[in-house]
């Protein structure tokens, strides 16, 4: 049930971020730009995910205080789902921050509605819908601020029709963040809901985790061989399945 599979989650999280207590993890101040770029925005979200497990924040804030120009000057050079994911992340760490999520949504693809033919692009492209949504509504905590009725429309259409393409390429990373945003944008369940839900309890794997990674591949694409299929892969794809479930 639910409850089981909510224990096991928070059981993998915990081993997992064991990793923020290791002087290695904090490598950033030292790492050039390609590969800041690849585990800057890992980086800050294990340490959110770290703080709501109850970890003392103070030795970790200290370790983000000094990349916050490097946060800053790598945002610049990011899309617009990417600047809002790292203002909503520092805002939410209490740490300084040079722009908001709002500051950046005017630029970002559901403000401008941007045609369809963007999402048809690559499977990748899901992550700026999702990730825009997760930041306007401070991961669900509060309503998505919509300027106009016109914007929910185009969200919502283009979350629904996304989730059925993920479904059917069998992605339940991709398919969790959406049946999330449909919630975040507080659309009423119904058959295609029990239909995502269904098809992500039968993605678990026999340990409990969610996703299916090759480690080596995966450090080859990003090209570093630090690069952790654990928290990266398996840790993520985890947690936001069990957020959706």
Avoid at 62 to 73: S, Y
Wanted: with cysteine.
């Amino acid at each position: 049930g639910d409850t089981k599979l909510a224990s096991t989650a928070r059981a993998l999280a915990v081993k997992e971020l064991a990793a923020v207590r290791d002087p290695r993890f904090h490598g950033l101040e030292k790492a050039g730009d390609k590969r800041f770029r690849q585990d800057g925005m890992s980086y800050l979200r294990a340490i959110w995910l770290a703080r709501r497990f109850g970890y003392d924040m103070a030795p970790l804030r200290a370790k983000i205080l000094p990349l916050l120009p490097r946060f800053a000057a790598d945002a610049r050079r990011r899309g617009p789902d990417q600047r809002m994911s790292i203002a909503f992340l520092l805002h939410d760490l209490g740490l300084p921050h040079t722009e908001t999520p709002e500051d950046v949504y005017p630029q970002s693809r559901i403000g401008t509605k941007i045609s369809t033919q963007h999402w048809q692009k690559s499977a990748m492209a899901t992550y700026d819908l999702t990730h825009e949504i997760f930041a306007m509504t401070h991961r669900g905590a509060r309503a998505f601020p919509f300027r106009d009725p016109s914007e929910r429309k185009y969200a919502v259409s283009v979350a629904r029709t996304l989730l059925d393409a993920h479904m059917r390429t069998k992605n339940p990373d991709m398919a969790a963040e959406l049946l999330l945003n449909l919630s975040q944008l507080s659309e009423p369940r119904g058959p295609q809901q029990e239909a995502a839900r269904r098809f992500l309890f039968g993605s678990q794997n026999a340990d409990g985790t969610f996703g299916s990674y090759d480690a080596v591949m995966m450090k080859k694409r990003t090209a570093n061989p630090a690069y952790e299929v654990a928290i990266g892969g398996y840790l993520h794809t985890t947690m936001v399945c069990v957020w959706a479930l």
